[in-house]
């Protein structure tokens, strides 16, 4: 669908936990907590893929997970967004090169944002996130 | 005309051709809803499929549910109803004799003896 | 001058040809199976034709008498007869009429059903012959005017009938069900036979005429009246009598257990012609009308919950067939309850009696196609059990489609023409009592709910792979179910036409006791 005016005002997110240790699913719920306040831009969480425009993916990309993360991120429809939280997903972090792994996020999904970090603080999430919500409008050449 | 007139009863009025005509109305009405629907999702991909965590979507058969299985939680709820007239029903015809007759005789008090 | 012939005797021809080619059934069974199907055919359209021609002239002309065996057909007192009718006597007023029409057309409608569905069975001309015995009987039991009679004819439909639904042995199941139909039959009619001769012991007379014009309301007439009203209710399979009902209905071949509901209804218009046309108001109309009303809840409610849990698609059809009925009973149990009122009957009295007479054909229709839908799936299955189907809308769309009609129609769904008799009902029941109106209507919803998990389990899901080769039902069966289920929308969307030109005169028929009188004692 074409993105109107009222993304700026609203960007819901799905998360996905690839295999993660959990860290970054913390930050992640700190982050929504009132002290930082996402949900005055418009973002949310929600709990089916088919209604989110973010992806949210954190932890290396185990064996199991890597099917159903295909399946995931076919399930959203257009236009998507791709955000990695968390240094597991850039490159593997510390269970880098391991034999459990099906390479770092990138290997199976298009990844546009990355926030490093392990865990990355809240604020960091949040910048990624409103830089995912800026490079949407870029993609789709919405005027701010 | 008088085949199209509305039928009565001492309180309303019933005719079918003006339901008709509403239920036609009503199917245009959300034609037209429908149709400014989103029309560019991919069709036959995952798109279309349900959301079950990531999992595959089963086959259709294993997961039809089967006539007798239905409605369980109405027979659950009425299950104090059921227990007592489920047997009633046992198959056996000197009961179903016994129904007959006592009903016969329940009448016969009301009607002969009460009145 | 053929016509007009054909007109006045026929209501002896009505009896006369279904009997006649039920006796040559065996023997041109013997020349080849086609042969045999044409010739049935042949009969139960006879029988369809003058059926519908006599019901015609009925409500054209008024009632008709005809009298066996007299020198013309109304010579009803003959002269040394010191004023009572010795001989027996057809009186056909609208509301035989109106029955007369049910049993033409779906008889008719199950033959085609029938010469497709039976193909593969053996012992066809026994079927066939008891199938036109049947027809032969209801058409008697809903003609004649006379008492006795009317219990021949019973003990005629009763046989047949048993005959036909221990058709398919079955490994003794059905001819379980039947010996189950046939005893309480059996003793019900003796019940019967016991108030007919109370009658002639206590009034001289069988014709129903006679009688009801002599008849005071004195104790021995209470027993006799009970007797007879709890044993035709029993026939007809209202709460707490019902207990034969799915177990006949379910072995029974499926266009049979059509005809058996329109047998049933036979023995509701008889519970109606002893209440209405023998009594009228000398009975108690409060104490037996609410007795009616009593036993058409029970049978609504207790039909419907006991349908929902059911797994055997024809004992659910069954379950239904007597809530229906207690629809009926309800609707005509609420005119008798009012009826010496006059203002009572005009305000909703008529429209309630309209109302359960209309169901009546409603419900022949609807419930025959239910039925038809029920055997063609079988016919292709093998199998009775909604445990095991599932996925048959994809092969076979014509009989999803009727079955669908039948099924709106049942739960009371405009536009069809279960809504417009059941709205009768309601709209007039509610105005007598409103806790009866809204158990009625509550029934109606849990009647919808069963059919959804009928058509769900049988129908809706993906293609089963042990149905894989399972094509639609064959073409004469398609057709029999199709000329219900046109009559279904039909009388749906034109339910005025058909209340003002077939209903209102039947209701009317029912209620007005002299007029009957007067027709067979001329005057009297």
Not at chain 3, 253 to 267: K, N, R
Not at chain 3, 461 to 466: A, C, I, R, S, W
Not at chain 3, 475 to 499: Q, R, S, Y
């Amino acid at each position: 669908m074409k993105p109107t005016r009222s993304f700026n005002e609203s960007l819901w997110a799905f998360h996905f936990n690839s295999g993660s240790c959990n860290g970054c699913e913390i930050e992640i719920v700190a982050a929504i907590t009132p002290r930082y306040d996402p949900e005055r831009f418009g973002i949310k969480l929600v709990g089916s893929p088919k209604h989110a425009d973010l992806l949210i993916i954190t932890g290396p990309v185990v064996k199991k997970m890597k099917d159903r993360l295909l399946r995931v991120y076919a399930q959203i429809p257009d236009p998507k967004v791709v955000m990695c939280v968390g240094t597991c997903g850039i490159s593997g972090g510390v269970f880098y090169d391991s034999y459990n792994l099906d390479g770092p996020v990138d290997d199976v999904v298009p990844v546009d944002i990355y926030v490093p970090g392990c865990p990355p603080r809240p604020e960091a999430i949040l910048h990624g996130v409103v830089k995912a919500l800026a490079k949407l409008e870029r993609i789709e050449g919405v005027k701010p | 005309m008088g085949i199209f007139s509305s039928l009565l009863s001492g309180s309303g009025a019933w005719n079918p051709l003006v339901w008709l005509l509403a239920f036609v109305v009503a199917v245009i009405i959300v034609y037209l809803i429908w149709s400014r629907g989103e029309k560019s999702y991919k069709k036959g991909t995952e798109q279309t499929t349900p959301f079950i965590s990531g999992n595959k979507e089963p086959s259709k058969d294993a997961v039809h549910v089967r006539g007798g299985n239905l409605y369980w939680g109405y027979t659950e709820a009425l299950k104090g109803y059921y227990e007592r007239i489920v047997p009633l029903h046992s198959g056996d015809m000197n009961d179903y004799v016994l129904w007959y007759l006592g009903t016969t005789a329940l009448i016969l008090v009301i009607v002969v003896v009460l009145s | 001058m053929i016509w007009d012939v054909i007109v006045a005797q026929s209501p002896a021809l009505l009896i006369a040809i279904p009997l006649l080619f039920a006796f040559f059934c065996p023997f041109i069974g013997k020349i080849s199976n086609m042969v045999r199907n044409i010739w049935v055919a042949v009969g139960m359209a006879l029988t369809s034709a003058v059926a519908l021609i006599l019901a015609w002239d009925v409500y054209a002309f008024g009632t008709r008498i005809y009298v066996f065996g007299a020198q013309a057909a109304n010579y009803a007192l003959p002269l040394d007869s010191g004023g009572i009718p010795v001989r027996i006597i057809f009186t056909v007023d609208p509301m035989s009429a109106l029955m007369q029409i049910i049993a033409a057309i779906t008889g008719l409608a199950i033959i085609l059903y029938s010469i497709s569905s039976e193909q593969r069975h053996s012992g066809l001309s026994s079927f066939y012959t008891l199938y036109l015995l049947m027809i032969t009987g209801i058409l008697g039991m809903v003609s004649t005017g006379d008492l006795f009679n009317f219990f021949v004819f019973l003990e005629i439909v009763s046989i047949a009938s048993a005959g036909l639904i221990a058709y398919r042995v079955d490994k003794g199941l059905a001819v379980e069900a039947a010996l189950k139909y046939f005893v309480l039959s059996t003793i019900g009619a003796l019940a019967i036979l016991f108030a007919i001769g109370i009658y002639y012991g206590e009034y001289n007379a069988l014709n129903i005429a006679m009688i009801a014009s002599r008849m005071q309301f004195t104790v021995l007439d209470q027993i006799a009246l009970v007797l007879i009203m709890a044993a035709l209710a029993m026939k007809c399979g209202s709460v707490p009598m019902h207990f034969w009902t799915p177990d006949a209905y379910s072995m029974a071949p499926s266009s049979i257990t059509a005809m058996l509901v329109v047998a049933s209804q036979a023995s509701l218009y008889g519970i109606f012609r002893v209440l209405f046309t023998l009594y009228n108001v000398t009975l108690n109309t409060a104490t037996v009308g609410w007795i009616v009303i009593v036993l058409g809840v029970l049978s609504m409610v207790i039909g419907v919950t006991m349908a929902i849990p059911q797994k055997n698609v024809k004992r659910l059809m069954a379950y239904h067939a007597i809530s229906q009925t207690g629809y009926m009973l309800l609707g005509v149990g609420v005119g008798l309850a009012v009826l010496g009122n006059q203002p009572l009957m005009d305000s909703f009295g008529y429209t309630a009696m309209e109302g359960g007479i209309f169901h009546i054909i409603n419900h022949a229709m609807y419930k025959g196609l239910l039925f038809l839908t029920a055997g063609a799936v079988f016919f292709r299955i093998g199998t009775y059990n909604l445990n095991k189907m599932g996925g048959l809308g994809h092969s076979m769309k014509w009989t999803m489609v009727f079955f669908i009609i039948g099924a709106l129609a049942i739960a009371g769904i405009p536009p069809f023409n279960g809504f417009a008799s059941k709205w009768m009902i309601y709209e007039s029941v509610y105005v007598f009592n409103p806790i009866l109106a809204i158990i009625a209507m509550v029934v109606s919803i849990l009647t919808l709910a069963s059919f959804v998990k009928v058509f769900h389990s049988i129908f809706m899901g993906p293609k089963l792979p042990e149905y894989e080769g399972v094509k639609e039902a064959p073409l004469p069966m398609l057709i029999g179910m199709g000329i219900l289920a046109v009559i279904v929308i039909l009388f749906g969307i034109f339910p005025e036409t058909v209340v003002s030109t077939l209903i209102v005169p039947a209701a009317h028929a029912l209620t007005n006791q002299g007029a009957y009188i007067a027709a067979v004692l001329g005057g009297v």
